[in-house]
């Protein structure tokens, strides 16, 4: 296992905390080390956009006092370490996921506005961080959905458990679907892939245009499940153990991972690739509204540089479109 540790991002809220508790599940299973990081606020005089150098002393911050009582007299726990760092929390964050292979942390901290469903530090280190971030939201949460279009009743009892993953077939990323197969492998539980299609589709005409002929919505879903299958067979082959489902949707896909999260454990989505006209880190807009209304963690993954991007990704996202 990767000597890279688990970071779990702590204030003291109570969100933190269960961060921190996911935190310490994950690096068990990794087998790798925790540590407990608490960016306390720039200065007033200080400057907002640089991270400090150095970490200042970990022994007089309170929050750290706080997590090393609630971890006292644990049995089983990973080599832990704490910090202590001075900045401005969304700047410092991302910085974390430099030297980590997981960043963890709670969905809103102890400050802003108590109605927020997502705090914009947690926002910052999703969309900036080179590891994998896991945000965690608070419980009860509900989407106002259906689980996993099954048509269970929105508020039921569910278990948690498994994990969902998107996939797009016209643009997969094959960090997603790597991270969403090891994870799966370390929890068990099995793994829903949800492959979505625009429906019905959008058709825009001139005056004088003859309509375009009708879409078979068979076909459609038929041709998304096999471009589906392709982009999995490879994880499938490096993680025989992890049961893979796919699911092939109409509609929304933000909708439909929001909806799947209610009886997940864990929902997993990429991040957008820079582009040439666009260099700045960013995420999608399903991305976007799957942290702001999900009801389970979800992890938001970087995307693999295009060195390691898979030759298959350039075929099967031909094939869609010819």
Do not use: K
């Amino acid at each position: 296992m990767s000597t890279q540790p688990v970071v779990a991002a702590v204030d003291g809220s109570d969100d933190s905390l269960r961060a921190l508790e996911w935190a310490l599940d994950s690096a068990h299973r990794r087998e790798a080390p925790l540590r407990v990081a608490h960016v306390r606020q720039y200065a007033l005089w200080g400057r907002p956009d640089a991270a400090p150098a150095g970490l200042p002393t970990t022994e007089d911050d309170p929050v750290l006092a706080l997590v090393r009582d609630r971890l006292e007299g644990r049995a089983g726990l990973p080599a832990v370490d704490f910090a202590a760092l001075d900045g401005a929390p969304g700047v410092v964050l991302p910085e974390l996921g430099s030297t980590a292979q997981l960043l963890v942390l709670g969905s809103r901290g102890r400050g802003g506005f108590t109605s927020l469903l997502l705090g914009s530090n947690s926002l910052a280190a999703a969309r900036d961080a080179e590891c994998p971030v896991i945000v965690v939201p608070r419980p009860g949460r509900d989407t106002g959905t259906p689980a996993g279009g099954t048509g269970t009743p929105a508020g039921g009892t569910r278990s948690g458990t498994g994990i969902v993953v998107g996939v797009n077939v016209d643009a997969p990323d094959e960090a997603t679907l790597a991270f969403a197969f090891r994870e799966s492998a370390l929890r068990g539980g099995g793994l829903r892939v949800l492959a979505a299609y625009p429906w019905p589709p959008q058709t825009w005409m001139l005056p004088g245009e003859m309509p375009a002929p009708q879409i078979d919505r068979s076909a459609v879903e038929h041709e998304t499940r096999v471009l589906a299958d392709g982009f999995l067979a490879p994880h499938r082959a490096r993680h025989p153990e992890v049961t893979a489902e796919i699911r092939v949707l109409p509609g929304d896909a933000a909708g439909h991972l929001v909806a799947a999260s209610q009886d997940a454990g864990l929902v997993v989505v990429g991040r957008h690739r820079r582009r040439l006209l666009a260099p700045a880190r960013m995420m999608g807009s399903v991305t976007q509204a799957v942290l702001l209304h999900v009801a389970s963690p979800v992890a938001v993954v970087p995307p693999a540089p295009p060195e390691e991007t898979a030759p298959e990704q350039g075929r099967g996202s031909s094939a869609r479109r010819s």
